[in-house]
């Protein structure tokens, strides 16, 4: 069954350290994406890919990096954690806007 | 640009009550118009979708929208309510081209009581 699979599902981190956020589809979707979910905001785009070696910025992309070293992989990248950046992470891919399948999220912690 | 108003942060109802759930979104082209539901600690479940044909789209556990383009709404409903809807109900708004990303409405919390 096509799926997306993040891991870890909990990480608490310390300020200043580095997070890596990790996502894989068998949905074989061209595109790739990142959200962070926060209360009062909904879901908002922080970065995506069309395909391997590619990573765009989304909505609020400060403070992150993305990588996409393959058809199947997209990690989030938080060179130096802080709390604010606290929230639920979820992955995604899809071929076209009626498709997307979303990961079951991660929960990250920045003390 | 794509936005999503859900103006109701917190709806309360009773159990077997109708539901109606509002999302205002704000699109120059045609929107392709999703909402989803989040149980506690849960991911997110597409409830229904439209792009086009009937403005009444029927969805999942009874779940119905409708489009209704000269007001850019699509109201989510329900006829009758069960304690396990209780949950977070998102709308979003995304374009069938370019990158398709989705932009979301804030999210309306749903409590069902006896």
């Known amino acids: 069954e096509a799926a997306v699979t993040q891991s870890p599902r909990n990480k608490v981190a310390v300020t200043g350290g580095k997070v890596t956020l990790s996502c894989n589809q068998t949905?074989?979707?061209?595109?790739m994406y990142w959200y962070r979910q926060d209360t009062g905001h909904g879901l908002r785009l922080i970065h995506y890919?069309?395909?391997?070696?590619?990573?765009e910025k989304g909505d609020i992309p400060d403070g992150y990096k993305a990588s996409r070293p393959s058809q199947e992989n997209f990690s989030l990248i938080l060179e130096l954690a802080t709390p604010s950046q606290t929230s639920v992470y979820f992955c995604?891919?899809?071929?076209?806007?009626?498709?997307?399948?979303f990961g079951s999220g991660t929960r990250l912690l920045v003390i | 640009a794509q936005s999503v108003t859900q103006p109701d942060a917190r709806v309360t109802v009773s159990e077997g009550a109708s539901l109606q759930l509002r999302c205002k979104y704000s699109y120059s082209g045609t929107p392709y118009l999703f909402w989803y539901v989040q149980y506690p600690r849960q991911g997110l479940q597409l409830l229904l979708k439209?792009?086009?044909?009937?403005?009444v789209v029927q969805g999942v556990n009874g779940f119905e929208a409708e489009f209704i383009k000269s007001n850019s709404s699509f109201h989510l409903r329900k006829a009758s309510v069960h304690w396990s809807d209780s949950a977070v109900y998102f709308c979003a708004v995304s374009a069938d081209t370019g990158n398709y990303k989705y932009v979301f409405g804030a999210g309306t919390r749903l409590k069902v009581i006896a």
């Open positions: 995604a891919s899809g071929r076209r806007a009626s498709d997307y399948t």
């Open positions: 890919s069309y395909g391997a070696g590619s990573t």
């Open positions: 439209y792009y086009s044909g009937d403005p």
């Open positions: 949905n074989n979707h061209n595109n």
